[in-house]
């Protein structure tokens, strides 16, 4: 395991520690003197590392002739040096299509590979390789960084299938959190309209149980003339024998008034 980690670590080092193939494949195509003449200082300035100034007599000659393959070639080799592998695959682009050979054509599609794998794009370099191989099938170099440059990017998808199925899961979890959560608040909610429909039926109830208990209520007492207090019957009794004693001593005024009076006689 180790070794084949330290591998993919120095795989960048491999490919790019292999210098740019140079131009000598390309045949030359129709030209001036001049432009012959900055393509001669360009690869001076080149050999010597100064890359800016060679990108320059390169571009000089793209000025008046941009198709000229050979110019595209080592105009892509030097902005490359510079790491800049975006704007170099243009380059090898058009020097592989004008190329008229194919090992011209194999070499600008292998150097072509090199810039894609710079930007890290590695199904860009995957594919660049293979028509690499396809112009020149004996390119040891060329095999070489593709099979590498496969087994990066199958590692860069199995990567990137951990990361979609890690953030599906992520989603499942999340849309499983929301609905319990829903569910909780549906529940809550459901408790709620229960406990106010409880509570109207019970108001409903009591509104229509009031009038039946004010009809159980107990008629208000009617005095009974049968039941008579203690003090009501001490006056009645008093009342009775006040008129008793009225009547009798009517009667015994009477009796006075009418009893003859006897003359006693002298005998």
């Known amino acids: 395991m180790y ?6 670590l120095l795989l960048p080092v491999l490919l790019f ?6 131009a000598k494949e390309f045949v030359a195509a129709p030209t001036t003197i001049e432009e012959r003449r900055l393509v001669r200082n360009g690869n001076d300035l080149y050999e010597k590392k100064n890359f800016v100034d060679a990108e320059v007599q390169y571009k000089k000659v793209l000025e008046t002739n941009p198709n000229y393959a050979r110019a595209n070639f080592n105009a892509g080799n030097a902005i490359q040096e510079q790491n800049r592998f975006k704007e170099a ?3 090898y682009e058009i020097a592989a299509k004008v190329a008229t050979e194919k090992p011209s054509k194999a070499t600008a599609y292998h150097n072509m590979g090199n810039a894609y794998f710079g930007e890290k794009n590695y199904a860009g370099a995957l594919e660049a390789y293979k028509n690499a191989l396809k112009q020149n099938p004996s390119d040891e170099e060329s095999r070489y960084n593709y099979a590498l440059t496969k087994k990066l990017l199958e590692q860069e998808q199995n990567q990137d299938d951990q990361k979609k199925d890690k953030d599906k899961d992520q989603k499942e979890d ?3 959190d929301q609905n319990q959560d829903q569910q909780k608040d ?11 429909k409880e509570e109207q039926e019970q108001d ?3 509104q229509q149980n009031q009038p039946k208990d004010q009809d159980k209520k107990d008629p208000p007492k009617q005095p009974n003339p049968n039941q008579l207090s203690q003090q009501q019957m001490e ?5 009775m024998n006040n008129e008793e004693n009225k009547t009798q001593k009517k009667v015994n005024a009477k009796e006075v008034k009418g009893q003859k009076v006897k003359n006693e006689k002298d005998w």
Do not use: V
């Open 89 to 91: 695959i243009p380059h």
């Open 174 to 176: 999340q849309k499983k």
């Open 204 to 206: 409903k109830n009591d």
């Open 17 to 22: 520690g292999q210098e740019q193939k140079k």
């Open 186 to 196: 549906k529940d809550k909610d459901q408790k709620e309209q229960d406990k106010n």
């Open 235 to 239: 006056q009645l009794l008093d009342a």
């Open 3 to 8: 070794k084949i980690l330290l591998l993919l």
